[in-house]
């Protein structure tokens, strides 16, 4: 086993091949680690988020290594059938890749018998082994910022579907309308590990040509005569958080949640609930008519507010100013002069019922509460369990930034920087990056005016865990920072991953802030140590 570090809490095991990879996650499932919070299994690693306050990186390494992988692990006898519409973009290109033609690579495809290996990347997004080699063709030097959901694709020694809407790499075979991820179906994901798959041209199969959405939002109806918000105005659509839904990455499901989890907290404090009561986070201008009486916070970036009530007659409360809302006052927030992410927490919390056990809106998977728009109306729990008395003593934890700022964040070295040229690790560390507005919650794509210089190009990375923070170089030298949001897992190689105490700032920068990346590591291999 290798051992590379990921950031402060997190690790990467790196194992010779899928079947060990296997055989270590199903050791460390059928006995667990205590320290050990998730494990994300991948091609050939198993990616291992710790608490770190219990035990140190070494220590951990050390029960790891003594794992015996030599058992085998059992495998589900269940075949599934996938009707394909082979119309993909990149099939013309395929076939230029491997020297065959279209109608080989569609046989070669069809007549392959895939196993599912993982899940990954997003909630029922299966990694299938076992094709055709004369198939292995690399992903895409620049990845699409939109795949659509049932697209079949290919990637090196793999092949899958998109279950919904996503960014991706991979090369695009084909289109199916089987619904690969369904949250009224139990298991969700159609695809489990160890399953057969067998793709099927559907031309053959006289089935109708659709990619189905794979998620449905979960929407509480509010009645017109019960406490509620009626949202006016949402330049981009607000969202529910809260602190994430930790334990779903074996479903392919990230954590997401809050991406300034300081204000979060912060903000239900100044409100007097408890810290992890569900919020509305919201980037753009946003405002509210209220039918009760409620008291309300704003926190995170900063951003004008103004509370009229029904004579017209105005005040402009501050950031983490608890507000006391009466019947008829329409609520407006400006937009952000620092910053870019606002929280708004209500006292006793809203009436949106959870999702798989969060109330976290997780862009990249279509989980969670339905995206805030105009029109909504936004029920009143008035939940007194819990509550403490409002908080006049809360503020931002750090200074906010501001378009054109510059903002330093320490990052972590690691698991593949030994994949970069010295002068990549230089441009990388010396160079400053600017966020562009192609950014997300999934992630942040910068740009900076050299690019981080690879030492091989040609070489494709296997599949691995990825983390919140991660910074992933695609093959163009621009990166991306990872956010609540991002794909489980991932092809790119990351050169580093920003520090646990700067993921909060960095979900606050703005569209043309520039960033400093420091290391506050020196890159190498971890090594089991003494377990005393």
Not at 174 to 182: A, F, Q, R
């Amino acid at each position: 086993m290798r051992f590379l570090p990921i950031n402060l809490s997190t690790i990467l095991v790196e194992l010779p091949n899928l079947d060990q990879t296997l055989a270590l996650f199903a050791s460390l499932q059928a006995q667990p680690i205590a320290a050990i919070q998730e494990i994300v299994p991948a091609a050939c690693t198993l990616l291992i988020k710790f608490h770190s306050e219990t035990v140190t990186a070494e220590v951990l390494t050390a029960q790891i290594s003594q794992r015996d992988l030599s058992t085998p692990v059992h495998r589900v006898d269940r075949e599934v059938e996938i009707p394909v519409h082979y119309d993909g973009e990149d099939l013309a290109a395929i076939a230029e890749l491997t020297g065959l033609s279209v109608d080989e690579v569609i046989q070669r495809h069809t007549n392959s018998t895939y196993t599912v290996a993982f899940c990954g990347f997003a909630p029922g997004f299966s990694y299938l082994v076992g094709g055709d080699p004369r198939l292995n063709v690399p992903r895409r030097s620049n990845p699409r910022t939109r795949i659509p959901a049932g697209s079949v694709g290919l990637a090196g020694c793999f092949s899958g579907v998109y279950p919904q809407s996503s960014p991706g790499g991979w090369q695009l075979i084909g289109t199916t309308s089987v619904k690969m991820w369904d949250l009224n179906r139990s298991p969700s994901a159609l695809l489990q590990p160890g399953y057969r798959v067998r793709f099927a041209d559907a031309r053959n199969k006289k089935i109708a040509h659709s990619a189905t959405s794979s998620t449905i939002p979960s929407v509480t109806p509010v009645r017109e005569s019960t406490p509620h918000f009626k949202v006016l105005s949402a330049f981009i659509p607000a969202l529910f958080q809260d602190l994430g839904r930790l334990g779903q990455s074996k479903q392919g499901v990230s954590a997401s949640g809050a991406l300034d989890r300081l204000a979060f907290k912060a903000v239900n404090r100044a409100v007097g609930n408890p810290a992890e009561t569900a919020c509305l986070e919201i980037v753009s201008g946003f405002s509210f008519h209220s039918n009760g009486r409620a008291v309300v916070a704003f926190g995170g970036s900063s951003c004008p507010i103004t509370v009229q009530d029904v004579r017209g007659h105005e005040i402009h409360p501050t950031i983490y100013q608890p507000i006391s809302v009466e019947p008829g006052d329409v609520v407006r927030l400006g937009q952000p002069k620092k910053g870019m992410r606002c929280y708004l927490a209500v006292r006793g919390g809203f009436t949106t019922e959870p999702v798989m056990g969060s109330f976290a809106t997780d862009t990249l998977a279509g989980i969670g509460p339905a995206p805030v728009t105009a029109g909504a109306l936004l029920g009143l729990a008035n939940d007194t369990h819990g509550l403490t008395s409002v908080s006049l003593s809360q503020g931002p934890a750090f200074d906010l930034p501001s378009a054109g700022d510059v903002v330093t964040l320490d990052v972590v070295l690691g698991p593949r920087t030994d994949w970069f040229t010295d002068k990549g690790l230089e441009v990388f560390t010396q160079q400053l990056w600017k966020v562009t507005a192609l950014s997300s919650r999934v992630g942040m794509r910068l740009s900076g005016n050299a690019a981080i210089e690879r030492k091989d190009i040609t070489v494709e990375l296997p599949s691995e865990g990825t983390a919140t923070g991660a910074i992933q170089v695609p093959p163009t030298g621009q990166p991306v920072l990872f956010l609540a949001d991002h794909p489980l897992t991932g092809g790119y190689p990351v050169i580093g991953a920003v520090a646990e105490h700067h993921l909060d700032l960095a979900g606050q920068l703005p569209v043309n802030t520039k960033i400093s990346f420091r290391p506050i590591t020196a890159f190498s291999e971890i090594h089991p140590g003494c377990q005393s």
